[in-house]
T-cell receptor, first 115, second 111 residues
Framework: AQTVTQSQPEMSVQEAETVTLSCTYDTSESDYYLFWYKQPPSRQMILVIRQEAYKQQNATENRFSVNFQKAAKSFSLKISDSQLGDAAMYFCAYRRPYNTDKLIFGTGTRLQVFP | NAGVTQTPKFQVLKTGQSMTLQCAQDMNHEYMSWYRQDPGMGLRLIHYSVGAGITDQGEVPNGYNVSRSTTEDFPLRLLSAAPSQTSVYFC??????????FGSGTRLTVV
């Protein structure tokens, strides 16, 4: 069974600095999708970034980028120029690409941003 | 506004009561799913559906029923509420599983 591990329960960063959140996963599949979701105190789940495993290039969305290491089964999220609004829980998630709808989530990392 | 609508936002139940959490989406997404979020455990899949008339179990299905009679609606039924079902519940929909839209969640307390 696939599993997703986020080993950092909490992280902190100073405003305008860069922070990296870690995620590792375990799967025997060769094709899959990986996601990072943000959950602010409003508890709304917001998609930050998505990576398809067949793509070599790391996904980027504005200040958010990933370091996808397929062989190492690692999928870290880098937040550049951190802003106060980035403070939230961040969840890493895995999904097989077939006719299923199973997102497997990690336990989350709480990010604090200090001015 | 387009999106996933969950009702109610808050609910308190007594042990043994039953209730239905409603979920509706207006994006014509085929895939819909229910998750529960407990402290320190992330989100765990309860049930999911890949189209009208098709449902399947997720990681923690016991004590919950679902049905999918239309593309738009995917209600979650608690048959006999237990304190262990105290949680925050999220409904999500997606088109082909490439991007998920989540509802705003239902905080359920069972006393």
């Amino acid at each position: 069974a696939q599993t997703v591990t986020q080993s950092q329960p909490e992280m902190s960063v100073q405003e305008a600095e860069t922070v990296t959140l870690s995620c590792t996963y375990d799967t025997s599949e060769s094709d899959y999708y990986l996601f990072w979701y943000k959950q602010p105190p409003s508890r709304q789940m917001i998609l930050v970034i998505r990576q398809e495993a067949y793509k070599q290039q790391n996904a980027t969305e504005n200040r958010f980028s990933v370091n996808f290491q397929k062989a190492a089964k690692s999928f870290s999220l880098k937040i550049s120029d951190s802003q106060l609004g980035d403070a939230a829980m961040y969840f890493c998630a895995y999904r097989r690409p077939y006719n299923t709808d199973k997102l497997i989530f990690g336990t989350g990392t709480r990010l604090q941003v200090f001015p | 506004n387009a999106g996933v609508t969950q009702t109610p936002k808050f609910q308190v139940l007594k042990t043994g009561q039953s209730m239905t959490l409603q979920c509706a989406q207006d994006m014509n997404h085929e895939y819909m799913s229910w998750y529960r979020q407990d402290p320190g455990m992330g989100l765990r899949l309860i049930h999911y559906s890949v189209g009208a008339g098709i449902t399947d179990q997720g990681e923690v299905p016991n004590g919950y029923n679902v049905s999918r009679s239309t593309t738009e609606d995917f209600p979650l039924r608690l048959l006999s509420a237990a304190p262990s079902q105290t949680s925050v519940y999220f409904c999500a929909s997606s088109f082909g599983g490439l991007g998920y839209t989540f509802g705003s969640g239902t905080r359920l307390t069972v006393v």
